[in-house]
């Protein structure tokens, strides 16, 4: 092999090493542009799941103390106008 050959090839195996490595530069760029892009989405979705579980312990809460037969019988009294049969008279408010 003649040394302009030689110095040919080498040229040609520079020019594609260069190629790869911008190739391989440009790739790891993208990755790490997707990666923030999917950081910043699983940051928003933890928010809304501590966002629902708050929502869930309120709700559970409200089942739970509406269960309880003090508050149906209240909410009865109240918006109902419902009475016990035993000794108790029903008031009007006069507005």
Known sequence: MTRAKLANLIKLITVGCCI???????????????????????NALDKQIAENSVLEAQLEDGIERRSDDSFVEQQARENLGMIKDKGESVYEEEE
């Not at 790869?20 to 950081?39: D, H, M, N, P």
């Open 20 to 42: 790869l490595l911008f190739v391989l530069v440009c790739i790891i760029i993208w990755q790490y542009s997707r990666l923030g892009s999917l950081q910043a989405r699983s």
